[in-house]
């Protein structure tokens, strides 16, 4: 796995607060195989391009409350899979952009929960930062991946008449909407 920026910042073992606090950044990449539970989740032999991602620390003091912590998350991935339209390998691109606020411990976090939309996580001096970016990364797999234009002709067509006639048959889910049409309050 490679690393830029200094060798002060470890991110399996990431001291949350100090990294934010100093409003630094990280950022590596690393090949499919260095991610074993995300491997997994690959679905056919194509050769992906490395996973890469970046951590930004970003501090917010706050006067009568505790400074807040964050950790901003984006990743770059590639996941070799299957297109359940034509059956052939594709290579889907996966994007990962998002913000982690820390709180001190699990009892302010329940707390918290409900009044913040944010995503919460407790504050750790040894974070494992490339967990979550795994974790992170197996959440946003699609369920459906396909090609955006498959490579070839699909055996079943829109113009197959039986096809067809099933997809004209579909009810339009907005007019059974339009039935229910309350009536105006006087
Ligand atoms: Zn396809």
Same mark, same amino acid.
């Given at each position: 796995?490679?690393?830029?920026?200094?060798?002060?910042?470890?991110?399996?073992?990431?001291?949350?607060?100090?990294?934010?606090?100093?409003?630094?950044?990280?950022?590596?990449?690393?090949?499919?195989?260095?991610?074993?539970?995300?491997?997994?989740?690959?679905?056919?032999?194509?050769?992906?391009?490395?996973?890469?991602? =970046? #951590?930004?620390?970003?501090?917010?003091?706050?006067?009568?409350?505790?400074?807040?912590?964050?950790?901003?998350?984006?990743?770059?991935?590639? #996941?070799?899979?299957?297109?359940?339209?034509?059956?052939?390998?594709?290579? =889907?691109?996966?994007?990962?952009?998002?913000?982690?606020?820390?709180?001190?411990?699990?009892? =302010?976090?329940?707390?918290?929960?409900?009044?913040?939309?944010?995503?919460?996580?407790?504050?750790?001096?040894?974070?494992?930062?490339?967990?979550?970016?795994?974790?992170?990364?197996?959440?946003?797999?699609? #369920?459906?991946?396909?090609?955006?234009?498959?490579?070839?002709?699909?055996?079943?067509?829109?113009?197959?008449?039986?096809?067809?006639?099933?997809?004209?048959?579909?009810?339009?889910?907005?007019?059974?909407?339009?039935?229910?049409?309350?009536?105006?309050?006087?």
């Amino acid at each position: 796995m490679e690393f830029q920026n200094n060798a002060k910042w470890r991110p399996e073992k990431l001291d949350v607060r100090a990294f934010a606090q100093a409003l630094a950044s990280l950022s590596g990449q690393s090949p499919l195989s260095d991610w074993p539970r995300l491997a997994e989740e690959a679905q056919s032999e194509l050769q992906a391009p490395p996973v890469s991602w =970046t #951590l930004r620390g970003e501090w917010v003091p706050e006067s009568g409350a505790p400074d807040q912590v964050w950790l901003h998350l984006h990743i770059q991935a590639t #996941l070799p899979m299957l297109c359940q339209r034509c059956l052939g390998p594709v290579l =889907t691109p996966i994007e990962v952009d998002r913000p982690f606020r820390f709180v001190a411990d699990e009892d =302010t976090a329940m707390a918290l929960d409900d009044e913040l939309e944010e995503d919460l996580l407790v504050l750790s001096r040894e974070f494992d930062a490339l967990a979550l970016i795994e974790d992170e990364v197996i959440l946003a797999v699609p #369920l459906v991946p396909f090609h955006e234009v498959c490579p070839v002709p699909l055996t079943m067509t829109v113009s197959d008449p039986q096809f067809e006639a099933a997809e004209t048959e579909r009810p339009n889910p907005f007019a059974a909407l339009a039935g229910l049409k309350i009536p105006p309050s006087r």
